[in-house]
C-alpha cells in the first residue's frame, strides 16, 4: 500500500504536471470504486484542478467550484500517466481521469479491487474522510505520546493506526521500528518517556529519508515503480538477510496476508517472536533465540533426510 512518503511524492508530481488543467472526464471500469452518489460524477468534468492535496494516504484533486475528488489507492492501487485518450484495456485498469494533457490511469494488480473514490462537494465533507491520525512531521512530541497511549495496543498496530497516527503503513512501521529499537509487539501503554521520544525520532528520520529518496529517483517524471519492497530497506520484506546494523538474520511474524520484519538483535533482546506459521510447524517446540531456531531446524531437516532414506 503506498504510504506517507509515496503518497506525497504522487501529490507534488501530480501537482506539478496536472495543476491548473481542466479535468475533462472520468471513466469508471467497475461501479463499485466510486463510493459517492452526490454530487454525480459528471458534475466534476469540465472543472479545473486548482490543487492536489494529502489526507492521510488519500490523494485529494481540488477542483474549481469547492468540489473534492478523493482516491484511496488502499493496497494494489498504483498511477499512471498515460496520452489522452488511453483506453482502459487489461483487467489492471480501473478508471481513467482525463486532463486537458494527460490521461491519469488508475490500476490495480489482482482479482481483489478494493481502491476507493469519492467525490464529495465543501471542505467539511472533505474533513469528513479524514480518519484523525495526527501528522507526525506536524506535531509536538506530547501530541505524539497521547497518540501513541490513547490505546494500549501493540506498536505495529498502534502505528499502523489511522485513528491515532496519520499515512503509515506495514511497510514504513516495520523500518521505523528497527531504527528506534523497538520490539512490534511491545505495548504502547508501556513506553516511557525516552522510548517515546526514541520513536518520534525515529518515526520522522524514516519518513523524511524515504521521501527524499522518492523525490530523487523520480525526478522532473512520475512514480512509475511504487512498491513496498525496496532493496534499500532495513528490515521490510528482507526476512532471513542480514540486519545493515547487526548482521543478524531479520525474522518475521506472519499474519493474514501480512507480515512483520524485525531484527531479533537491535529490537527484541536476542529473543523470536512467535511466527503463526512456523509455530505450526513446531508446535511446543517453538525456540527462544536463533540459536534454538537453528537446531530445532536442523532436527527437522534431519528428520526429513531419515525418512526419505527409509
Not at 486532463?99 to 465543501?122: D, I, N, S
Not at 512483520?260 to 536476542?270: A, D, K, L, S, V
Not at 512467535?274 to 509455530?279: E, L, P, Q
Request: aromatic share 4%; proline share 5%; glycine share 8%.
Amino acid at each position: 500500500m503506498p504510504e506517507l512518503p509515496d503518497v506525497v511524492v504522487y501529490v507534488e508530481r501530480l501537482r506539478a504536471l496536472l495543476g491548473g488543467t481542466t479535468l475533462q472526464g472520468v471513466r469508471v471500469r467497475s461501479p463499485a470504486l466510486l463510493r459517492t452518489a452526490t454530487p454525480p460524477l459528471a458534475s466534476a468534468h469540465g472543472r479545473k484542478l486548482v490543487a492536489v492535496e494529502r489526507i492521510g494516504k488519500r490523494i485529494v484533486f481540488a477542483l474549481e467550484g469547492d468540489q473534492f475528488l478523493v482516491l484511496h489507492l488502499m493496497i494494489a492501487g498504483r498511477l499512471k500517466l498515460k496520452p489522452p485518450g488511453t483506453a482502459l484495456s487489461g483487467k489492471i485498469y480501473s478508471a481513467a481521469f482525463d486532463f486537458e494533457p494527460k490521461a491519469l490511469l488508475l490500476t490495480e494488480a489482482g482479482t481483489h479491487k478494493r481502491a476507493q473514490l469519492h467525490l464529495v462537494a465543501g471542505r467539511e465533507a472533505l474533513s469528513a474522510l479524514d480518519r484523525g491520525g495526527i501528522e507526525v512531521l506536524q506535531c509536538s512530541e506530547a501530541e505524539f505520546a497521547e497518540a501513541l497511549q490513547r490505546e494500549n495496543h501493540t506498536l505495529k498496530r498502534t502505528l499502523t493506526d489511522p485513528r491515532l497516527l496519520s499515512g503509515i503503513g506495514n511497510a514504513y512501521s516495520d523500518e521505523i521500528l528497527h531504527r528506534a529499537g523497538l520490539s512490534p509487539i511491545k505495548m504502547s501503554g508501556k513506553l516511557v518517556p525516552d522510548e517515546i521520544a526514541r520513536l518520534l525520532v525515529a518515526t520522522r528520520e524514516v519518513l523524511l529519508e524515504w521521501t527524499a529518496r522518492l523525490r530523487e529517483q523520480t525526478g522532473d517524471g512520475f512514480p512509475e515503480h511504487v512498491t513496498a519492497f525496496r532493496p534499500e530497506m532495513a528490515v521490510h520484506g528482507r526476512y532471513g538477510k542480514a540486519c545493515p546494523k547487526c548482521g543478524t538474520p531479520v525474522q518475521r511474524i506472519v499474519y493474514a496476508k501480512n507480515e512483520t520484519n524485525y531484527c531479533p538483535t537491535c529490537q527484541t533482546g536476542g529473543l523470536l517472536l512467535a511466527d503463526r506459521a512456523m509455530s505450526r510447524l513446531l508446535k511446543s517446540d517453538w525456540p527462544r533465540t536463533l540459536t534454538e531456531l537453528d537446531e530445532r531446524m536442523e532436527r527437522l531437516r534431519s528428520s526429513g533426510r531419515s525418512e526419505g532414506g527409509a
